[in-house]
């Protein structure tokens, strides 16, 4: 079993960034493809962007594509979530998460998730 734990959420302005780091416990990393979801109040739980084992295979979401950027750091055994150019629809609880799979955009298909962290974009 993995204990994921997300850190680096905040209020900021329209425009500006924010990066997210998943650090990972209990297992090594490197085991698990990795996710980022984000759910907004009322909303689903929503797919932002995965990253494979290895880190040489990337997916985002195209409500994303272009200002996120996704890395990992397997000797760290952490995931980070570069968000640039952010807009007040980003807002939301951002979750991490880990899956035995290969990457995959589906929430069915992760095992371990994280306890969230808040992002708001204010206007």
């Known amino acids: 079993q993995v204990l994921l734990v997300e850190s680096g959420g905040g209020l900021v302005q329209a425009g500006g960034s924010l990066r997210l780091s998943c650090a990972a416990s209990?297992?090594?990393?490197?085991?698990?493809?990795m996710g980022w979801f984000r759910q907004a109040p009322g909303k689903e739980r929503e797919f932002v962007g995965g990253?494979?084992?290895?880190?040489?295979?990337?997916s985002y979401a195209d409500s994303v594509k272009g200002r996120f950027t996704i890395s990992r750091d397997n000797a760290k055994n952490t995931v980070y979530l570069q968000m640039n150019s952010l807009k007040p629809e980003d807002t939301a609880v951002y979750y991490c998460?880990?899956?035995?799979?290969?990457?995959?955009?589906?929430?069915?298909?992760?095992?371990?998730w994280g306890q969230g962290a808040q992002v708001t974009v204010s206007s």
């Open positions: 998460a880990a899956s035995w799979r290969s990457l995959s955009g589906i929430k069915s298909n992760y095992d371990y």
């Open positions: 209990g297992r090594t990393l490197s085991s698990y493809s």
């Open positions: 990253i494979s084992r290895s880190g040489d295979r990337t």
